[in-house]
């Protein structure tokens, strides 16, 4: 089951789009989970609260204007409304947890409307000039042109994504286990707070609580040999 | 697969084919934390073996397979690479898949009641998935315990082999 759940519309331009309902169903408050385990490595300032406040007004995240060709926008949004990107309170502090969600929008023009919309105008520019051919920079002028002119049509796409981080024991919970949502998390994760997260996989987790077995196991990974005969 | 991510794979994998062979063996009991879980596969499974070129794979899933089609995969050389697992402590049940390369656990079903006040909903989540990753830590504590001890060559390797050649029905 996927954890994001989006509803298909057609927008007022005709295009189709994607939204997400208003509540998120991403596994920390409800329905189904998938989630990444990750450790925060580097030094988390003590009054890890307020830090953490600070940051997350910093890197707060903003709708795309409609009217620029920005085609892509990541910040904090609150996990209980994707809507709300303010951080004035500490509604996300949930003693030893802070529990906030990434939010990545993306608008993207169909490829199928894109190559229509610049065959068209091709089409238009041959009949209007009487030539058989475009030339290499007529051709791509045609492209720049209906690429700007669809991307302010189209809806941007939410994409929002639980983070728990659980304070005392200096772990993170990123619920998603897309390899593209996760590497933007770490990445977005250190840019906000200059701390690097490092996923708990099995030869990181095996070094954490086992450290004296790191040697051995990078020398033999394999116990459950299988004897024939 | 580079051979880092290969070496990582290969304890991944090892540690979920383990983890089966423990519930199988003792019949779905599995002490965790100095605590008896009930953990059964879930109706889902997938075994790969990469030494092979393409890596040899094979899933089940839905009500039909058995364990001994799980052993004869093992036996031939395949690991767990993916399971669905139910697992049980008293009146609490988590159902997830536990994905060996990355640990990671998806679509992680928890039997709560939904509560009202969102504070109370994430505390009562919060509280079933730290158990579950305090039992999986357990687990692979275990794991590394018992695979790296001296025991594990003088008896332990043996009684594995014993298992994965005992048919079950």
Redesign the interface.
């Known amino acids: 089951m996927p954890s994001n759940r989006y509803y298909l519309f057609f927008n007022h331009t005709g295009l189709l789009g994607r939204t997400e309902s208003a509540h998120h169903f991403m596994g920390l408050f409800s329905g189904s989970a998938s989630y990444t385990r990750y450790r925060v490595t580097g030094d988390v300032p003590a009054a890890v609260k307020p830090f953490a406040l600070e940051k997350l007004q910093w890197h707060v995240f903003h709708e795309i204007d409609p009217g620029t060709l920005t085609d892509k926008s990541t910040g904090w949004v609150s996990a209980e409304n994707m809507s709300l990107t303010k951080f004035d309170d500490m509604h996300f502090a949930k003693d030893p947890y802070m529990v906030f969600a990434l939010r990545i929008d993306t608008r993207r023009i169909p490829p199928i409307a894109l190559k229509a919309a610049i065959l068209r105008e091709e089409l238009k520019h041959r009949e209007q000039a009487g030539r058989e051919r475009l030339s290499k920079k007529e051709k791509n002028d045609i492209r720049e042109e209906q690429l700007q002119r669809l991307l302010k049509k189209v809806l941007p796409l939410p994409a929002v994504f639980d983070v728990c981080w659980n304070t005392t024991a200096g772990e993170v919970l990123f619920f998603s286990t897309s390899k593209k949502a996760n590497e933007e998390f770490v990445a977005f994760f250190y840019r906000s707070f200059d701390l690097k997260l490092k996923a708990l996989t099995p030869a990181v987790l095996a070094a954490a609580l086992r450290p004296e077995t790191e040697e051995t196991l990078e020398k033999q990974p394999q116990f459950l040999t299988i004897h024939h005969g | 697969m580079d051979e880092q991510h290969e070496?990582?794979s290969?304890?991944?994998r090892?540690?979920l084919?383990?983890l089966y062979?423990q519930s199988d063996a003792c019949a779905g009991r599995i002490e965790a934390g100095g605590e008896i879980f009930e953990l059964w596969i879930d109706r889902r499974a997938a075994l790969e073996d990469d030494a092979t070129d393409p890596p040899g794979c094979v899933s089940f899933s839905g009500d039909t397979f058995t364990s001994d089609d799980l052993k004869n995969a093992?036996?031939s050389?395949k690991?767990v690479r993916e399971a669905r697992f139910r697992l049980e402590k008293g009146e609490n049940t988590w159902c997830f898949s536990l994905?060996?390369?990355?640990?990671?656990?998806?679509?992680?079903?928890?039997d709560l009641p939904?509560a009202d006040d969102?504070?109370e909903?994430?505390?009562g989540?919060?509280i079933a998935?730290?158990a579950l990753?305090d039992f999986i830590?357990a687990c692979?504590?275990r794991f590394?315990?018992s695979?790296?001890s001296k025991k594990?060559k003088s008896g332990g390797?043996k009684e594995?082999?014993t298992w994965?050649e005992a048919p079950t029905s």
Request: no cysteine; aromatic share 14%.
């Open positions: 070496k990582l290969a304890i991944g090892e540690f084919t383990w062979y093992i036996r050389g690991k994905r060996a390369d990355r640990l990671e656990v998806t679509g992680l079903k928890i939904d969102i504070d909903r994430f505390h989540r919060i998935i730290s990753n830590d692979f504590a590394l315990d695979v790296l594990w390797r594995f082999q994965l």
